[in-house]
Nanobody, 117 residues
Framework: QAQVVESGGGLVQAGGSLTLSCSAPGTDFSRLAWYRQAPRKPRDLVAE?????????LDSVRGRFTISRDNDNARNTLTLAIHSLKPEDTADYYC???????????WGRGIQVRVFS
């Protein structure tokens, strides 16, 4: 069974920074993404990166969040650097790996981010 390894997150004061990271087996990808889900809210797409290099961000995080991808030892590593955190960024953050038409998809179990003012 594929293993998604997550790191990062935590409790941080507004204005602070965090880096979230996930890695999963695979040497290629079609689309990688970060989602977040606040209590009693639906899961929202935060940022995504495509194989052709195209990147999209949720409007409310553009300029503060940066998504990036690396590959090492046959694993895709997906990172989300978060700056100027706001209380409304409080949520569980989920990484998502789509390895293409013939490959599997993977979800992380969720990384807690809690921002206090």
């Amino acid at each position: 069974q594929a293993q998604v390894v997550e790191s990062g997150g935590g409790l941080v004061q507004a204005g602070g920074s965090l880096t979230l990271s996930c890695s999963a087996p695979g040497t290629d990808f079609s689309r990688l993404a970060w989602y977040r889900q606040a209590p009693r809210k639906p899961r929202d797409l935060v940022a995504e990166i495509f194989r052709n290099g195209r990147i999209n961000y949720l409007d409310s995080v553009r300029g503060r969040f940066t998504i990036s991808r690396d590959n090492d030892n046959a694993r895709n590593t997906l990172t989300l650097a978060i700056h100027s955190l706001k209380p409304e960024d409080t949520a569980d953050y989920y990484c998502y790996f789509d390895l293409g038409p013939s490959g599997p998809t993977h979800w992380g179990r969720g990384i807690q981010v809690r921002v206090f003012s």
